[in-house]
């Protein structure tokens, strides 16, 4: 199956909603989320299409004042398309294109139940910096990784 990585352009927006909706729970509401960093990141917010199908979508971010530091803010893959390299394919284009704008490490959060995602960010070098209780809310813990893009990381200096 051919799949091809873009950037998110304003036609995606509803099938990109109905995939964030797929993924959200209950009453959230993500129509405006996808509106707006459809407008803050134009260079890092990406869609898997397939066959003419928008079937996932991935989000990074530069860390304002930090710009060494980046985020991967959304990574999702339609349930009916996961296990496919789907997700593999766009944590790969995104930290390409966060590394491209200078970010040296790049951070996520996931849930710590979500052993297929941790599975996949742990094959690209993300690894555990934090436990953060109640980050999205009361029983909704996230873990947050870690990926060094310098090439420093494990180095031993000595003077």
């Not at 199908?53 to 009916?80: C, D, K, M, P």
């Amino acid at each position: 199956m051919d799949l091809i990585v873009r950037g998110y352009c304003r036609e995606d927006y509803p099938a990109v909603c109905a995939i964030e909706r797929e993924n959200s729970p209950g009453d959230c509401k993500p129509e405006v989320f996808i509106r707006q960093a459809g407008a803050l990141f134009t260079d890092t917010f990406l869609v898997a299409e397939c066959a003419g199908r928008i079937v996932g979508y991935t989000i990074g971010a530069l860390v304002q004042h930090q710009r060494e530091s980046g985020w991967v803010i959304r990574l999702v893959v339609s349930g009916e398309h996961r296990r496919r390299g789907f997700g593999e394919r766009l944590i790969v284009e995104v930290t390409d294109r966060l590394r491209k704008r200078g970010a040296s490490e790049i951070y996520l959060s996931v849930a710590p139940g979500n052993h297929a995602a941790r599975v996949l960010y742990g094959k690209h070098g993300f690894r555990e910096a934090d436990f953060c209780p109640s980050y999205f809310g009361e029983g909704a813990d996230r873990l947050i990784l870690r990926r060094d893009l310098s090439g420093r990381e494990g180095l031993i200096y000595s003077n």
